[in-house]
């Protein structure tokens, strides 16, 4: 929530923490001023606002299941990527963690193994019959036969 801005229409206008979070290299070298960033990082944190709203719950949901799934999965990498480098946590190990280290509450690797490895169920197999796609597939074939 912290990238929503204010207002109703904090959607389409994101908060200082969504840049700060998506560019962080960026606003510090522009003083945390948005107005400063290119026009494609506008998009960049627009899009990135939306996806991280949108996707998880369409798979909660259950519509485009599989797409909304493999749409997750891409964003925990390019959120893990964002971390690694525009944060600088390659270079902590105490915020990287370590594969399979009997701490699970490190930040980074053991955490996003996990989203991506649950995330791929429902990639793999889809919503199941209490979906709305499971819904929408028992309505057309009903409809056709």
């Known amino acids: 929530m912290t990238k929503i801005g204010d207002g109703p229409l904090g959607l389409f206008s994101p908060a200082l923490g969504a840049y700060a979070q998506i560019f962080p290299r960026a606003m510090a070298a ?15 944190v627009m899009a990135g606002t939306w996806t991280e709203l949108l996707l998880p719950a369409l798979v909660v949901v259950g519509l485009v299941t599989r797409l909304a799934a493999l749409g997750m999965i891409g964003f925990v990498i390019v959120q893990t990527a964002t971390d690694l480098v525009g944060h600088g946590a390659l270079a902590d190990p105490a915020a990287l963690g370590a594969w399979f280290d009997r701490s699970p509450d ?40």
């Open 30 to 44: 522009a003083g945390f001023d948005a107005s400063q960033l290119a026009p494609w990082q506008h998009g960049i």
């Open 106 to 145: 490190a930040p980074i690797l053991d955490q996003r193994l996990i989203w991506i490895a649950l995330l791929s169920i429902p990639a793999v197999l889809g919503g199941g019959p209490m979906s709305v796609d499971g819904w929408l597939k028992r309505r057309a074939q009903a409809a056709s036969g």
